[in-house]
Protein backbone atom coordinates (compact mmCIF):
# COMPACT_ATOMS: atom_id res chain seq x y z
CA UNK A 1 0.00 0.00 0.00
CA UNK A 2 1.19 3.52 -0.89
CA UNK A 3 0.93 6.17 1.53
CA UNK A 4 -1.66 7.75 -0.77
CA UNK A 5 -3.97 4.84 -0.23
CA UNK A 6 -3.07 4.68 3.53
CA UNK A 7 -4.48 8.42 4.32
CA UNK A 8 -7.45 7.79 2.48
CA UNK A 9 -8.32 4.57 4.22
CA UNK A 10 -7.13 6.49 7.78
CA UNK A 11 -9.63 9.42 6.45
CA UNK A 12 -12.05 6.42 5.75
CA UNK A 13 -11.94 5.29 9.31
CA UNK A 14 -11.74 8.54 11.03
CA UNK A 15 -15.00 9.52 9.03
CA UNK A 16 -16.94 6.35 9.44
CA UNK A 17 -16.51 7.06 13.34
CA UNK A 18 -17.66 10.77 13.06
CA UNK A 19 -21.17 9.61 11.03
CA UNK A 20 -21.24 6.81 13.49
CA UNK A 21 -20.85 9.58 16.67
CA UNK A 22 -23.44 12.18 15.03
CA UNK A 23 -26.08 9.51 14.17
CA UNK A 24 -26.21 7.88 17.60
CA UNK A 25 -26.59 11.27 19.51
CA UNK A 26 -29.02 12.28 16.65
CA UNK A 27 -31.26 9.54 17.89
CA UNK A 28 -30.51 10.07 21.30
CA UNK A 29 -31.78 13.82 21.01
CA UNK A 30 -35.07 12.31 18.57
CA UNK A 31 -35.62 10.01 21.78
CA UNK A 32 -34.98 12.62 24.64
CA UNK A 33 -37.71 14.88 22.57
CA UNK A 34 -39.80 12.73 22.09
CA UNK A 35 -39.97 11.77 25.86
CA UNK A 36 -39.67 15.12 27.12
CA UNK A 37 -41.82 17.80 25.14
CA UNK A 38 -40.36 20.96 25.99
CA UNK A 39 -37.14 19.88 25.46
CA UNK A 40 -37.42 20.91 21.49
CA UNK A 41 -38.51 24.39 22.30
CA UNK A 42 -35.57 25.07 24.98
CA UNK A 43 -33.30 24.27 22.52
CA UNK A 44 -34.86 26.30 19.99
CA UNK A 45 -34.66 29.16 22.95
CA UNK A 46 -30.98 28.44 23.08
CA UNK A 47 -30.28 28.48 19.06
CA UNK A 48 -31.74 31.78 18.54
CA UNK A 49 -30.31 33.35 21.82
CA UNK A 50 -26.97 32.18 20.66
CA UNK A 51 -27.38 33.59 16.93
CA UNK A 52 -28.49 36.61 18.75
CA UNK A 53 -25.42 37.03 20.66
CA UNK A 54 -23.13 36.14 17.36
CA UNK A 55 -25.11 39.23 15.12
CA UNK A 56 -24.77 42.60 18.15
CA UNK A 57 -21.56 41.12 18.19
CA UNK A 58 -20.68 41.35 14.65
CA UNK A 59 -22.83 44.34 14.41
CA UNK A 60 -20.62 46.09 17.02
CA UNK A 61 -23.74 46.46 19.46
CA UNK A 62 -23.50 47.52 22.79
CA UNK A 63 -21.47 44.84 25.24
CA UNK A 64 -24.38 44.87 27.43
CA UNK A 65 -26.64 43.65 25.12
CA UNK A 66 -24.64 40.69 23.94
CA UNK A 67 -24.13 39.57 27.45
CA UNK A 68 -27.69 39.66 27.95
CA UNK A 69 -27.97 37.24 25.13
CA UNK A 70 -25.29 35.09 25.90
CA UNK A 71 -26.93 35.41 29.39
CA UNK A 72 -30.10 34.02 27.89
CA UNK A 73 -28.17 31.23 26.04
CA UNK A 74 -26.48 29.78 29.43
CA UNK A 75 -30.12 29.84 31.09
CA UNK A 76 -31.84 27.68 28.39
CA UNK A 77 -28.55 25.35 28.00
CA UNK A 78 -29.03 25.13 32.55
CA UNK A 79 -32.46 24.33 32.23
CA UNK A 80 -32.29 21.85 29.90
CA UNK A 81 -29.85 19.54 31.40
CA UNK A 82 -31.72 20.44 34.41
CA UNK A 83 -34.38 18.90 32.30
CA UNK A 84 -32.45 15.78 31.32
CA UNK A 85 -31.14 15.24 34.14
CA UNK A 86 -34.18 15.05 36.22
CA UNK A 87 -35.45 12.59 33.67
CA UNK A 88 -32.63 10.27 34.07
CA UNK A 89 -31.04 11.34 31.10
CA UNK A 90 -26.89 12.64 30.74
CA UNK A 91 -26.38 15.55 28.27
CA UNK A 92 -23.73 14.51 27.75
CA UNK A 93 -25.39 11.42 25.75
CA UNK A 94 -26.93 13.91 23.18
CA UNK A 95 -23.28 15.37 22.32
CA UNK A 96 -21.59 13.08 19.30
CA UNK A 97 -18.90 11.23 21.49
CA UNK A 98 -16.00 11.61 18.91
CA UNK A 99 -13.37 8.96 19.01
CA UNK A 100 -11.06 12.38 18.76
CA UNK A 101 -11.84 14.99 20.40
CA UNK A 102 -9.11 17.18 19.05
CA UNK A 103 -10.20 16.96 15.07
CA UNK A 104 -14.15 15.88 16.14
CA UNK A 105 -12.98 12.83 13.84
CA UNK A 106 -12.95 15.22 10.94
CA UNK A 107 -9.09 13.98 10.58
CA UNK A 108 -7.90 17.40 9.84
CA UNK A 109 -6.69 20.48 12.08
CA UNK A 110 -5.52 24.03 10.35
CA UNK A 111 -2.11 23.01 10.01
CA UNK A 112 -2.34 19.20 8.39
CA UNK A 113 -3.89 16.07 9.19
CA UNK A 114 -4.32 15.35 12.80
CA UNK A 115 -2.60 12.40 15.34
CA UNK A 116 -5.28 10.17 15.03
CA UNK A 117 -4.76 10.09 11.12
CA UNK A 118 -1.14 9.19 11.56
CA UNK A 119 -1.80 6.78 14.31
CA UNK A 120 -4.37 4.59 11.70
CA UNK A 121 -1.47 5.19 9.41
CA UNK A 122 1.15 4.04 11.76
CA UNK A 123 -1.19 0.77 12.79
CA UNK A 124 -1.18 0.06 8.96
CA UNK A 125 2.40 -0.19 8.29
CA UNK A 126 2.72 -2.33 11.33
CA UNK A 127 0.21 -4.57 9.94
CA UNK A 128 1.83 -4.70 6.47
CA UNK A 129 4.87 -5.30 7.95
CA UNK A 130 3.44 -8.37 10.29
CA UNK A 131 1.46 -9.72 7.94
CA UNK A 132 4.64 -10.61 5.67
CA UNK A 133 5.95 -12.88 8.31
CA UNK A 134 4.89 -16.37 9.74
CA UNK A 135 4.51 -14.99 13.24
CA UNK A 136 2.07 -17.07 14.31
CA UNK A 137 3.78 -20.54 13.25
CA UNK A 138 6.11 -20.37 16.04
CA UNK A 139 5.89 -20.45 19.85
CA UNK A 140 7.87 -22.08 22.59
CA UNK A 141 6.21 -24.90 22.75
CA UNK A 142 6.68 -26.13 19.57
CA UNK A 143 10.76 -25.57 20.35
CA UNK A 144 12.30 -29.16 20.41
CA UNK A 145 15.40 -29.42 21.89
CA UNK A 146 15.73 -32.74 21.44
CA UNK A 147 16.57 -32.10 17.50
CA UNK A 148 19.85 -30.98 19.12
CA UNK A 149 22.84 -33.94 19.60
CA UNK A 150 23.74 -34.59 22.78
CA UNK A 151 27.55 -35.48 22.34
CA UNK A 152 29.66 -32.97 24.18
CA UNK A 153 30.97 -30.45 21.67
CA UNK A 154 34.67 -30.05 22.51
CA UNK A 155 34.52 -25.82 21.84
CA UNK A 156 31.39 -25.55 24.08
CA UNK A 157 32.51 -28.59 26.73
CA UNK A 158 28.68 -29.57 27.15
CA UNK A 159 26.75 -30.97 24.20
CA UNK A 160 24.42 -28.51 21.86
CA UNK A 161 21.42 -29.92 23.31
CA UNK A 162 22.32 -28.84 27.11
CA UNK A 163 23.96 -25.22 25.18
CA UNK A 164 20.45 -24.77 23.56
CA UNK A 165 18.40 -25.28 26.25
CA UNK A 166 20.35 -22.38 28.40
CA UNK A 167 19.68 -20.43 25.08
CA UNK A 168 15.71 -21.66 25.15
CA UNK A 169 15.20 -20.64 28.80
CA UNK A 170 16.93 -17.29 28.40
CA UNK A 171 14.77 -16.46 25.60
CA UNK A 172 11.59 -17.69 27.11
CA UNK A 173 12.43 -15.60 30.13
CA UNK A 174 13.22 -12.65 28.41
CA UNK A 175 9.70 -12.68 26.92
CA UNK A 176 7.50 -14.09 29.50
CA UNK A 177 9.25 -10.80 31.85
CA UNK A 178 9.43 -8.20 28.77
CA UNK A 179 9.87 -4.90 29.73
CA UNK A 180 11.21 -1.74 28.00
CA UNK A 181 14.35 -2.37 29.50
CA UNK A 182 15.28 -5.65 28.44
CA UNK A 183 18.20 -5.90 26.52
CA UNK A 184 19.09 -6.03 22.74
CA UNK A 185 19.88 -9.60 21.61
CA UNK A 186 22.27 -10.71 19.01
CA UNK A 187 20.85 -14.76 18.21
CA UNK A 188 23.72 -15.85 15.73
CA UNK A 189 24.79 -19.21 14.22
CA UNK A 190 24.54 -20.87 11.20
CA UNK A 191 20.80 -21.76 9.09
CA UNK A 192 18.86 -23.69 10.60
CA UNK A 193 19.42 -23.73 14.06
CA UNK A 194 16.32 -22.36 15.13
CA UNK A 195 17.18 -18.48 15.29
CA UNK A 196 13.95 -17.63 13.54
CA UNK A 197 12.01 -20.21 15.52
CA UNK A 198 12.82 -18.42 18.76
CA UNK A 199 13.14 -15.39 17.62
CA UNK A 200 9.07 -15.41 16.19
CA UNK A 201 8.24 -17.13 19.81
CA UNK A 202 9.46 -13.72 21.76
CA UNK A 203 7.49 -11.99 19.35
CA UNK A 204 4.17 -13.86 20.13
CA UNK A 205 4.69 -13.71 23.40
CA UNK A 206 5.66 -10.21 24.07
CA UNK A 207 2.61 -9.56 21.33
CA UNK A 208 0.32 -11.29 23.45
CA UNK A 209 1.24 -8.94 26.59
CA UNK A 210 0.24 -5.95 24.87
CA UNK A 211 3.25 -4.87 23.46
CA UNK A 212 4.09 -3.33 20.09
CA UNK A 213 5.65 -5.99 18.03
CA UNK A 214 7.20 -5.30 14.87
CA UNK A 215 8.97 -8.51 12.62
CA UNK A 216 10.11 -8.26 9.61
CA UNK A 217 13.53 -9.50 7.52
CA UNK A 218 16.07 -7.72 6.92
CA UNK A 219 15.49 -8.12 3.07
CA UNK A 220 11.92 -6.84 3.06
CA UNK A 221 12.56 -4.33 5.23
CA UNK A 222 15.27 -2.60 3.66
CA UNK A 223 14.06 -3.55 0.00
CA UNK A 224 11.00 -1.78 1.21
CA UNK A 225 13.08 1.55 1.91
CA UNK A 226 15.02 1.29 -1.04
CA UNK A 227 11.44 1.50 -3.17
CA UNK A 228 10.34 4.34 -1.20
CA UNK A 229 13.57 6.24 -1.57
CA UNK A 230 13.40 5.20 -5.54
CA UNK A 231 9.83 6.59 -5.55
CA UNK A 232 11.05 9.06 -4.17
CA UNK A 233 8.80 8.83 -1.20
CA UNK A 234 10.86 11.23 1.62
CA UNK A 235 8.20 10.18 4.74
CA UNK A 236 10.38 7.04 5.04
CA UNK A 237 7.46 5.11 6.63
CA UNK A 238 8.65 1.70 6.80
CA UNK A 239 12.06 3.35 8.78
CA UNK A 240 9.57 4.85 11.10
CA UNK A 241 7.77 2.03 11.67
CA UNK A 242 11.28 0.23 12.66
CA UNK A 243 11.82 3.06 14.59
CA UNK A 244 8.93 3.32 16.36
CA UNK A 245 7.80 -0.33 17.60
CA UNK A 246 9.02 -1.26 21.10
CA UNK A 247 10.09 -4.55 20.29
CA UNK A 248 11.57 -5.18 16.84
CA UNK A 249 12.80 -8.22 15.27
CA UNK A 250 14.87 -7.92 12.42
CA UNK A 251 15.50 -11.21 11.02
CA UNK A 252 18.38 -12.65 8.83
CA UNK A 253 20.54 -9.88 9.28
CA UNK A 254 23.40 -10.10 6.61
CA UNK A 255 20.83 -10.79 3.44
CA UNK A 256 19.73 -7.37 2.34
CA UNK A 257 21.26 -6.32 -0.40
CA UNK A 258 23.90 -3.20 0.80
CA UNK A 259 23.50 0.28 -0.98
CA UNK A 260 25.05 3.11 0.64
CA UNK A 261 21.40 4.14 1.39
CA UNK A 262 20.56 0.72 2.78
CA UNK A 263 23.76 1.47 5.17
CA UNK A 264 22.45 4.74 5.96
CA UNK A 265 18.89 3.53 6.82
CA UNK A 266 20.60 0.73 9.19
CA UNK A 267 22.70 2.84 10.91
CA UNK A 268 20.01 5.39 11.81
CA UNK A 269 17.46 2.64 12.75
CA UNK A 270 19.88 0.75 14.93
CA UNK A 271 21.16 4.42 16.37
CA UNK A 272 17.39 5.46 17.05
CA UNK A 273 16.17 2.52 18.48
CA UNK A 274 19.91 2.94 20.69
CA UNK A 275 19.00 6.30 21.67
CA UNK A 276 15.59 5.45 22.51
CA UNK A 277 16.13 3.09 24.57
CA UNK A 278 13.95 0.41 22.84
CA UNK A 279 14.71 -3.39 22.57
CA UNK A 280 15.71 -4.76 19.44
CA UNK A 281 16.42 -8.35 18.36
CA UNK A 282 18.71 -9.23 15.52
CA UNK A 283 19.34 -12.68 13.92
CA UNK A 284 21.73 -13.08 11.45
CA UNK A 285 24.26 -16.24 9.78
CA UNK A 286 27.02 -14.25 10.55
CA UNK A 287 28.91 -16.21 12.88
CA UNK A 288 32.53 -14.73 12.71
CA UNK A 289 33.08 -10.89 13.92
CA UNK A 290 35.54 -10.25 11.23
CA UNK A 291 32.55 -10.71 8.32
CA UNK A 292 30.08 -8.80 10.26
CA UNK A 293 33.14 -6.12 10.34
CA UNK A 294 33.60 -6.24 6.77
CA UNK A 295 29.84 -6.08 5.63
CA UNK A 296 29.03 -3.28 8.17
CA UNK A 297 30.76 -0.15 9.21
CA UNK A 298 32.81 0.09 12.22
CA UNK A 299 30.20 2.57 13.29
CA UNK A 300 27.58 0.23 12.65
CA UNK A 301 28.91 -2.62 14.24
CA UNK A 302 29.57 -0.71 17.35
CA UNK A 303 26.36 0.44 17.64
CA UNK A 304 24.69 -3.17 16.99
CA UNK A 305 26.73 -4.53 19.16
CA UNK A 306 26.29 -2.33 22.67
CA UNK A 307 24.51 -3.38 25.23
CA UNK A 308 23.57 -6.32 23.23
CA UNK A 309 23.32 -9.93 24.61
CA UNK A 310 24.77 -12.26 22.03
CA UNK A 311 23.47 -16.16 21.82
CA UNK A 312 25.54 -18.60 19.27
CA UNK A 313 23.62 -20.92 18.37
CA UNK A 314 24.99 -24.83 17.66
CA UNK A 315 23.82 -28.01 16.82
CA UNK A 316 22.97 -29.51 13.08
CA UNK A 317 20.79 -28.05 10.79
CA UNK A 318 17.54 -28.03 12.81
CA UNK A 319 15.57 -28.50 9.40
CA UNK A 320 17.50 -31.30 8.01
CA UNK A 321 17.07 -33.22 10.61
CA UNK A 322 12.86 -32.78 10.20
CA UNK A 323 13.63 -34.98 7.13
ZN1 LIG B 1 -8.07 13.43 15.34
Do not use: W
Amino acid sequence: MTRQEMMRRAFGIVSTRRQRAVTLADQRRAAAREKLPQLEQLEQQRAQAGLRAAQLSVSGADRAQIDQALAESAACEHSIDSLLRENGIDPAQLKPAFTCPVCQDTGRLTNGPCQCVQALIQEMCQQEVNEASPLSLCSFSTFDLKKYPDRILPELGISARAHMEGIFHYCKDYAEHFTLKNPNLYLYGYAGLGKTHLALAIANTVLQKGFNVVYVSAQNAFDAMEKEHFRGDETNDTLTTLCDAQLLILDDLGTEYLTPYVSSCLYSLVNTRVCRRLPTIYTSNIVLDADLHRRYTEKIVSRLLGNCECLNFFGEDVRLMDK
